[in-house]
């Protein structure tokens, strides 16, 4: 079960909080690190609901996930430096790791794009029909450098461009 961490802990329950994670990396024979960060709300309780039987997701803060990895004296799983996680979680579980990981990607799933979110490549429209129907879009379009037209109901991309870089 996914509980965000408030905001301000005191010393006790930050300890508290270490030791729970600690009974769990000690527990869990499979402990993978997730990272949540753009992960819309609808979409990681999907998840949760999913995986409830079989998988348990924390999200703590990065400094006591660190804290619980060390005290636990798991070593090995200690890549949540390496990792750049921006907002990391673990994810505990008794079922073998490839079926786990499998699990993971079937309830995979994209979602839209927002505003100051890094590219991961070139977006790139190509020429010819878009199949949208004239309205706002076509501005939109058209204040993104590209050049269009409607035709026959839709919008059509007179010349291929780029309108997002990488990155």
């Known amino acids: 079960m996914v509980q965000p961490t408030p905001k301000h802990l005191t010393r006790e329950e930050k300890e508290e909080v270490v030791e729970q994670m600690e009974e769990q990396i000690e527990e869990h024979p499979v402990i993978g690190i997730l990272d949540m960060h753009n992960l819309p709300s609808k979409q990681l309780q999907q998840i949760k ?3 409830k039987e079989f998988a348990n997701i924390r999200m703590e803060r990065k400094t006591l ?3 619980a990895i060390e005290n636990a004296g798991k070593e090995e799983i200690d890549q949540l430096d390496e990792n750049d996680a921006t907002q990391p979680a673990f994810i505990f579980s008794n079922k073998d790791p490839f079926q786990l990981y499998s699990l993971i990607q079937q309830n995979k799933s994209s979602a839209a794009a927002q505003g100051g979110e890094e590219a991961p490549s070139d977006i790139e429209i190509p020429e010819g029909d878009t199949g ?3 309205g706002p879009m076509l501005g939109k379009l058209q204040g993104a450098g590209l050049q269009v037209q409607v035709d026959d109901g839709s919008i059509h991309v007179q010349n291929p461009g780029v309108i997002v870089d990488k990155g």
């Open 49 to 51: 609901k999913e995986m």
């Open 65 to 67: 996930m660190k804290l």
């Open 132 to 134: 949208i129907g004239p």
